[in-house]
Structure formats: structure tokens, C-alpha cells
């Protein structure tokens, strides 16, 4: 069993990452640019408060406890729908209660939050909660790009914005090293006491249901059906985001089939748990199987879901609103970099500028994995000065909060 997503590969044609054009991500934090899609606005009434904010160079749980701090409010009671990378420049928003006789935006006026833009204020009568997001909209400029690549690349952009992407988890959900999945599953099959606290446990557990949903969705794409639906499928309807079985045979199966292919409604896969829903038929066979040869009795879930209850995800990533561009000469590498490089060298080339949309829980790595072989500026880097590949340790990034998954807190 692997610890990453499964192997990178073009939409089109397979292929191994090796085979695809380098491009540099995050050479600068405007190069990746993450606005949250709220799922409602503020009532305008209520205890707590919520601030939209723009953050640069600062994690999502160290930017919310510098704002409750500056509000006088306790940094465990806020709240804020979704994890957001640090090597960027990213907008979201967060909660902190606040008694109504307390006026916020003085308060943020006077203090002192660098790396911190405050959009909004808004009061509402409840705490903002891990999931209460309908996306991110991302503006990633890509460097390096060897010009030769760039026709190839925007064909298979273009067809990821037509027919999505497998909706794997990148390697950021599994920890700094990677170690998080078997330090999980150690702690489930009884052989290491596990964390001691939540926040931990929570983490842990979401890493191994992440790895045991690559697992499903590797299989799954490898025999070609991550894009449709099988019989006894639990499919996800786009529109509305309601799960429903699909028949196992008749005239609804041929139209559940139909409308996978026009991108209504998607497979799902599991996040394992003690309240997740079962397929049925082929795709339920194959589940139990994964966790089967990962735990024997799938109960033993049951214990642990206090860290996780379970939930289903789509195996497949719709991207919306995908656009190209060539991206603004005098950021990322300079001409004298490109001179000093050879043609092939990452630190070479051209620069693009990708903008999509992405429903929550979607990776924006997970999209540009399948076109480029990304190499990450913001990574630690190696002896050599280069900068280390994607697929190493990563940053958190993006949105780490799935559906029924919680935050971590501030």
C-alpha cells in the first residue's frame, strides 16, 4: 500500500510523471492564489463574528489566532471552514464569538496583523464549521515551462476542464514525511498507543481514510471506470450533491451510465468509517476488500469514530472554469536563470497562468499533476540547492477539510 496519490498521468494518454513537461509551483506567494467559496453569507445578526480575511505567508490556524487575539476572543472557540496554504496568498473566512456590546471593527482597525488583510465583517448567529465551503477558486502561475510543452499542455488542460480529473488526495494529506497513514493504521490494529489528543487522532485517521480512498480510486482507474458509474455505485449528483445507488441492473442503470458521462453525477469512494454508506455489487466487493486486507474485520472502525464517522467522495474532480494564459514576464526565474540552466531545467522556460474552480476537498495539485511534473519552489530543499519534486513532504495546502472531516484548530 502507498502513502501518495496514485501515479501521475495525462487525461488523454498514460503516462509516468517522467514523462511530463517540469513546471515550477509557488516560486513566489502570487504565484498561487486561493480565493474560499463561501456556502452562505453572514446573517448580519448574532454572537459570533465572522472575518474574511487575505493572508500571505501565514497558516490558516496561525492567521485565525492572531485575529482572536486581536478581538479579545478565546482562539479554540473560533472557527473556519477549510485549510489554506501558507506559501501563497489565499482569502477565507473565519468565526469568533464576540458579545454583541463589543464592536469589532475597531478593534481590527487598531491591531497589528502583518501578512493579514481584513476584507470583511460580519456578525452571525452561528460558528463558521470544518466543510462550510462550496469551493476554492485558484489562480496558479507555473514557471519553467519549456516552451516546446506548451501546446500539449493546454490540449490536456482543456480536456481535464471537459472531463475532470481522478480525485485523489495529494501527498500533503499524509504529513510532512508521509508517516501519518501507518502511524494510523499502528495505532488502530493495536500495536502503538495512539495520540492522546483529538486534534491529532483526527488527523491521523483522515490521512489513513485518504489513503485507503486513493487505494479504491487507483484500482478504479485503472480499469477504466473512475469516470462512470457501476452497477451498485453510490453516485453523487452534482447539482444537488445527494448520493443515490445505482441500480444493479434495467433502464435506470443504461441512464445513471448516461448521465455520468455528461458530468451530472459521479462515483464515489470511501472515506471508511463506522456511519459510512456501503455500495453494493463490484464496487462494494472491492471496498471491503481494501479494508479487509488492511484491518481483517471491518467493526474494528467502529472504536475510532470519535476521530472519524466516515463519509463517500467523489472519484471524480470537476474543474470549472478552467482558463490559460501566458503568465507576466519579471516574476519566478530571470532571463539570467534561464540562461545559466540547460533547455531542460525546470528553472528554465516560459510561465502559464492556470485558473479553475474546484469544489471543496479538491487539490489544485491533484490538476496539475496530470500535466506537468510539478516541482515545488516553497519545499524544503535538497543538498543540492534544487528544489525538491512534488511528491516529497509537503506543506498543508489548499483545502485539507473534506466532507464530515473536521479542521484542525487554531
Known sequence: ??????????????????????????????????????????????????VTFRKTGRTTPDAVRAIAIALGADPGGAGFAGMKDRHAITT???????????????LLEEAELPGIEILAVARHDHKLKPGHLVGNRFRITLRGVDPAALPLAERRLAEIGRAGVPNAFGPQRFGRDGSNPERALAWIAGRERGPRDK?????????????????????????????????????????????FLVPLEGPELADAEARAAALAISATGPMFGRKMRWPEGVPGALEREVLMAAIGDPRRLDAFAHAGEGTRRPLR???DGLEVSAAESGAGPSPGDAAAHGPGDPAAGQGIVVSFVLPKGGYATTVLGRVFRLVDASAPQPSTGRPAAAGAPAPEEEDAVEEGQPGAAP
Open 317 to 319: 474532480l470537476e474543474v
Open 199 to 243: 486534534r491529532e487522532q483526527r488527523l491521523l485517521f483522515s490521512a489513513l481514510q485518504s489513503r485507503w480512498f486513493n487505494e479504491v480510486l487507483a484500482r478504479r482507474e485503472a480499469d477504466g471506470t473512475w469516470s462512470t458509474v457501476l452497477a451498485g455505485d453510490l453516485a453523487k449528483k452534482r447539482d444537488s450533491g445527494g448520493l
Open 92 to 106: 477565507q473566512t473565519a468565526s469568533f464569538q464576540l458579545p454583541l456590546a463589543r464592536d469589532p471593527a475597531p
Open 1 to 50: 500500500m502507498t502513502t501518495t496519490a496514485p501515479p501521475v498521468a495525462a487525461p488523454a494518454a498514460a503516462g509516468s510523471s517522467g514523462d511530463l513537461p517540469a513546471a515550477v509551483l509557488r516560486s513566489a506567494p502570487a504565484d498561487f492564489v486561493v480565493e474560499e467559496i463561501p456556502a452562505y453569507a453572514p446573517s448580519g445578526r448574532g454572537e459570533h463574528v465572522f
